[in-house]
């Protein structure tokens, strides 16, 4: 049962290397004959296309035809832009990177906000 | 071989290594004073640490040889002194303990490795993908990757001896926008300083440390602060550099974009006790402004 559908974040990735693929613009219907394995309903198809529209991943092309759509960004610039989130909002005392931001455990900015908590004398 | 001596160093020993693990995290978690001198603070850690596995080690060591001997007696034990049989089960506990520790230390460090070699591959595809400008300097690769992001990281080269083992020093482009130049050389110099003063090595030791301690309370704060104290010092080591205002300016200026607080107390930290200026390089029995100065 779990093994057929598929995961939320899994069907909107299908989606943008199905559009990096494509030439041109693509309907929600050539869309879904595109992924791979089972083909998905329209609707659920859509419904994912909108997420990823809202993300700013996907555009809406109106046309003749009806609507298209088409990635935003290539795919090159999607996968950079993912590892780049990937190392600046890791946790990085797991892995050696040694980050300007971001990298403090909660407890010990409570401990430093302490130390500096009365204001200095004037 | 005095066996009850021997006890008795068996038991200093792990009593040593027990008051080092229970004492360091009553004595350097409190306090002011590991604020201001978070160098002091991180090296009583890691003399707790290092005189603790030395103790564990050495206790484990003499129970060994303690346990040979009494195995190989070949005479009844006098009176107070341990029968080859329970020489045999010292061996036994002492070669188990030291096989488990063995394995764990390996296991958790083959662990770590394959960790760092994802974020090694990570940001080697990145550097890849977006550099757009690139310098080397010394043993280093100073590369800035175009992003909106502000992103400054820095990432040890593999240990000496590997070769083309370089540490690299990644800035996003981003973050030189946002910066001044003297802003943004207070965080390359920040980088810079996590490297030379072997900060990955400490939080690499810290982390594998904690990995095979899970349930020692010591080994999870010597974590846990060794994170908060090689910011402060690389944050003390780049102010003597560069001065403390440029980097309290980048610290607020990033912090406030990235929302991370721990940012603006650091810089609130370098402006209420800012580090001395950087001291004149030329030596100081003579130099060209003494001499004029004398010479009027």
Do not use: Y
């Not at chain 2, 662990?111 to 940001?123: K, N, S, V």
């Not at chain 2, 940012?263 to 029995?285: G, H, N, Q, T």
């Not at chain 2, 130099?287 to 010479?295: D, I, L, N, V």
């Amino acid at each position: 049962m779990t093994g057929r559908r598929r995961a939320r974040g899994e069907l909107e990735a299908a989606l943008l290397r199905a559009l990096w693929q494509g030439e041109e613009p693509l309907s929600a219907q050539e869309l879904a004959g595109r992924l791979p394995g089972t083909t998905p309903a329209v609707t659920t198809v859509l419904t994912a296309l909108e997420r990823l529209r809202v993300k700013g991943e996907v555009v809406r092309v109106g046309g003749a035809r009806g609507v298209r759509f088409a990635a935003a960004r290539s795919e090159s610039e999607f996968t950079g832009e993912a590892m780049l989130a990937t190392l600046a909002d890791s946790g990085d005392r797991t892995a050696a990177l040694l980050k300007f931001a971001g990298s403090l455990d909660p407890e010990d900015v409570a401990a430093l906000r302490r130390a500096l908590d009365p204001p200095p004398e004037a | 071989m005095d066996v009850g001596g021997s006890l008795l160093a068996v038991g200093l020993l792990l009593g040593h290594a027990g008051l080092m693990a229970g004492l360091a995290p009553v004595l350097l978690t409190r306090g002011r004073w590991r604020f201001r001198r978070p160098g002091l603070a991180l090296g009583l850690w890691h003399v707790a640490l290092h005189s603790g596995l030395a103790a564990a080690a050495a206790s484990l060591a003499v129970a060994m040889a303690l346990a040979a001997v009494l195995v190989e007696q070949q005479a009844p034990p006098p009176p107070g002194s341990l029968s080859p049989v329970q020489g045999m089960v010292l061996a036994w506990v002492a070669i188990t303990v030291a096989g488990v520790a063995a394995v764990v230390v390996s296991t958790q460090s083959h662990r770590i490795a394959c960790e760092e070699a994802r974020t090694r591959r990570l940001l080697g595809a990145l550097v890849a993908e977006r550099g757009i400008h690139r310098t080397v300097a010394d043993s280093m690769v100073i590369t800035v990757v175009e992003s909106e992001r502000a992103l400054a990281c820095a990432l040890p080269g593999r240990l000496p001896g590997g070769s083309g083992a370089r540490h690299r020093v990644v800035v996003s482009s981003g973050l030189a926008r946002a910066l001044t130049p003297a802003e943004l050389r207070a965080v390359m110099q920040h980088e810079l300083a996590h490297l030379r003063l072997h900060h990955p090595v400490l939080v690499r030791l810290a982390r594998l440390n904690a990995a095979c301690l899970p349930l020692l309370p010591g080994a999870r704060e010597l974590h846990r602060v060794t994170g908060l104290l090689v910011e402060l010092i690389a944050d003390d080591a780049a102010a003597r550099r560069c001065g403390s205002a440029p980097l309290a300016r980048a610290l607020t200026t990033i912090g406030t974009r990235e929302g991370d607080e721990s940012m603006l107390l650091r810089a609130e930290r370098l402006r209420r006790s800012p580090v001395p200026p950087p001291r004149p390089r030329r030596p100081l029995l003579w130099s060209p402004q003494r001499a004029t100065a004398a010479g009027r």
